[in-house]
């Protein structure tokens, strides 16, 4: 890595834009950056990290300590590093997050940070990224390092590599984890772990199924399961214990399987024993049953014999039935036809008189004395020549009626019309009345308003005047109060500038009582001495113990020159609010701020009545315009109610004499009916039925003539028949259904005799029932006995069975389940063996280390070995470092193997590096810093990286361990690095000629580079 140009705007102490040219600070090899406590050297450490990395070292990382508090507003923190890294030239462009002014209205936002990166080829530019993620894996890639490496390696920050040096074992370590890459050892640990919980649970499920498997074989043949299952000795003999007990039940099995064979041969032959005696007796049974069945028909006989003669007389009426049901069916509709016309013929007007006696028609049967020779048929002929007549009168007249109502409806309308204008004219005249009387009282009322809304210019002027003078009394309030802090402060920069130049006296008087002793610590042997010349000093000047050096006075001055530029300024504050406060005095004298306000507040009460009237006065006047507007309209709107009423009435007048003409022509023709749409229901409705009973008499008639051709053919048919007369005949008629049972009866008859004679001549009966009767009963209780016996056998062989095959299937699935174990109980103890070794819990590990641990160890001696080198030349190998385990000490505090102590040559003790003067630390710490980031950047890949900077620590040193640390940074500075050093220590300056001064004003700080030595 190097570094090319550093730019810098409002970023820490920088308000403004400051530039670090490294090409001509590093052209030494070796450069100072100083100046004032506070002015900012480390911030330019700080800018090459967040140009880098977007953060900086330490408690400093903070976006809201980045952005200057001198940087004038809305000028936003920015870096610009041009570095080249592995050979590519980047310019990385770093803004971090920061809140800005808002651009509309007032308050602050927050703007999100930004990266740019472009690589600088020769002959042109070329964008790479402005993606964070993007350009922190960049960086890591070509640095091959993070930031917390990258602070340690290269920018050895204040105090950090002491810290180091002293902190315990346990915090060492976790320095060196983020500094060394040991994942993948930590990952193998947590998986080792993981792997061993893993194969710990697969084998306590194999357990698990083991167990179960053994339970259920226990349950199948009724023992015991046995004990300590979880010990592999017991697992071992699983095997041979289910194989006894797998060979018990296969010889229980074949045992029973014999006994089953001999009860099913006698059940079989009892069975067939049986079935004979059932056979025997079921064959007598059933020749016992047809004999007497068979004498029992031959008793009915002669019933069957009656059957047969009823059923040839029913079948010879069959062939009558037709004819006398169509006499029956004529005379039936003959009937029906002579009450329904003469029942509608009564019913007819009494002006149509058909019947010959109308009054015998209300007893019962009356009708039926009625003949067709009685009636006048004449009298429906005449009757609905008359109604049509009468109808046609009636329907001519219909469009009278219907004018008529129309003209009524007119009339109605007309008279509606007349009452709505009566009840208009009413409501207007009324209108007429009150629309004066409002008038003017709304006058009166907009008279008032105007007359109080005309002093509303006048309340205005007083409500501003009053306003003014508030804010007056307010400011000179507000003002006293500063006053008084003002000059509290002034006193209190007075007392410190005055105690602060006190200070100064004091250092200087100091200082040049030992002037000689400071002249005497610049002297050399045999170089003459700057006052007498003299290249002996045989008695130099010793300083005393409270001397101070130039830089002390230097601080002491400057922070008096400080403190007095805090007095004067606080002074001018002071004379300042004075003013102000004489300026305000002279406007509002010693007007209070609740008088003053208790004027505004009624100036605002004026001002609001004013403008509450003028308003009200504009609405009155808007009032009164509608008023004027309303009268007119009821004058005009009472003329037009006059006029409508005169055409109304005369219209009405009109009306009436011509519905009174159509009243006259109506009910002449209208008769007794109520309206001539009544009279022509009720004629159409007559005409109707007079023609429904003609054409119902005609019906009659015809019915007459068919019941006298019926009976002619029945009597015809009668005479062929074997019956004497027509009621013989119909007393044997029968149904379809009874001929169809009556036959069915004697054909049964006849089916029932003959199968019983066929059975009682039988052969087999009749050799059957001449046998012994047979004992059924004996034979089945005989036969149910065996059949139990052989019930059981078979019951206890099915159980027998189900046993050995449930144990033939268990016996295989533990063999699997006990080889399932085995490998799994095998590659765990394995694992737990690999655990504990790795975890530094095994009986195998001297050291007791995690592997992780062992590897930082590891890494901890290289660096102790690299620190070594340099400590023994800036020590003249009096001091060296020893790396420090538990075996060594005892004490956890090296149990992780990352212990230190400090060999002093001198006394051949081991020290802690506690007890290093400050001096000795910066330089012990120095190394072992330098020596770690030796190894860091050999673990990084051999990363070159050809800057390094060390972050203060020189003051604690005498000249004589000063020039041996810059031996040893010139030792790095021969090796091609470029070695930067911050500081203030004044012999630095004289003897580093680069130099970069960083100087603190009031407003901020600047950078210059310098290039001149200093004598």
Known sequence: MRLHRLTMTAFGPFPHTVSVDFEALTADGLFLIHGDTGAGKTTILDGICFALYGSVPGFRDDAKSLHSQHAAVGVGPRVELDV???????????SPEWMRPRRRGSGTTRQQALIEIVEQLPDRTEFVTRDHREAADLIRAETGLDVQQFCQVVLLPQGGFARFLQASADDRQGLLRRLFDIEIFTRAEGWLAEHRTQLGQQERAALGTIRDLTQRFAEVVKVEVPADLDKPDTLSELDAWA????????????????????????????????????????????????VQQRDELTTRKPERDRWKRQLDSARAAATLKPYLDQVDRRHTDLDLLRRTTIE??????????????????????????????????DALSRAEQTRTTQLRAAEAAIDSEARRTTLRGQRTAVGKKLEDLASRSEKVNARLVELPVEHAEITGRREQALAVAADREAAELRLDE???????????????????????????????????????????????????????????????????????????????????????????????????????????????????????????????????????????????AATEATKLADELGTHLETLDVMLADQHREAADIGRDEAVANAQQAALTAQINELDETIDAVRGQDKTLRVRVTRLTGEIAEVRTAATNLGQWLQAGRELADAHREAQHHLHLSEFADTVAARAAALTDPEIVDLQKRIDAFDGEYHQAAGRAQDPTLLAAA?????????????????????????????????????????????????????????????????????????????????LSTYVLTHRFRHVVTSANTRLGQVTHNRYLLRHVTESDTGRRAGRNGLGLSVVDAWTGQERRPATLSGGETFLVSLCLALGLSDVVLAEAGGTQLGSLFVDEGFGTLDQEALDQVLDALDGLRSGGRTVGLVSHVAELRRRIPSRLYVRKTATGSTVAVETQAID
């Open 344 to 377: 509608h013929l009564a019913s007819l007007p009494a002006d149509v008189a058909v019947l010959p006696d109308r009054i015998a028609l209300t007893v019962p049967d009356g009708g039926d004395a009625v003949d067709v020779a009685d009636l006048d048929v």
């Open 466 to 608: 009053a306003q003014k003078q508030a804010k007056a009394c307010k400011r000179r309030d507000d003002l006293t109060a500063q006053l008084a802090t003002a000059e509290e402060e002034r006193r209190t920069a007075v007392d410190r500038h005055q105690a602060a130049e006190a200070r100064h006296l004091d250092v200087r008087q100091r200082r040049l009582a030992g002037m000689a002793a400071e002249l005497a610590g610049e002297l050399r042997p045999g170089q003459p001495c700057g006052v007498c010349g003299s290249p002996e000093h045989p008695e130099p000047a010793q300083a005393a113990a409270d001397a101070v050096s130039a830089a002390d006075e230097d601080h002491a001055k400057t922070e008096a020159g400080e403190l007095l530029d805090e007095r004067r300024s606080a002074e001018i504050t002071v004379e300042r609010i004075k003013a102000q406060l004489n300026e305000v005095t002279e406007t509002v004298g010693d007007l209070t701020a609740a008088h003053a306000k208790s004027t505004v507040t009624e100036a605002r009460k004026a001002v609001r």
């Open 84 to 94: 080249t890294l592995t050979n590519r030239r980047l310019l990385i462009s770093r």
């Open 243 to 290: 194989a006894v007990h797998r060979n018990r039940a296969a010889d229980l099995v074949e045992a029973l399987a014999q006994n089953m064979a001999v009860g099913t041969a006698e059940e079989q032959r009892l069975d067939q024993v049986r079935q004979a005696a059932a056979t025997l007796a079921g064959q007598q049974r059933e020749y016992q049953a047809a």
């Open 770 to 850: 001449h046998q012994p009767s047979p004992d059924v009963e004996g034979s089945e209780q005989t036969y149910q006995a065996a059949r139990l016996r052989a019930t059981e056998l078979h019951a206890q062989h099915g159980l027998a069975v189900e046993q050995h095959d449930r144990l033939k299937q268990l016996g295989p699935d533990l063999v699997n389940a006990l080889a399932q174990w085995r490998p799994i109980r095998a590659e765990y103890e394995i694992a737990n063996r690999l655990a504990q070794l790795v975890e530094g819990k095994s009986s195998d590990s001297g050291t007791r280390m995690t």
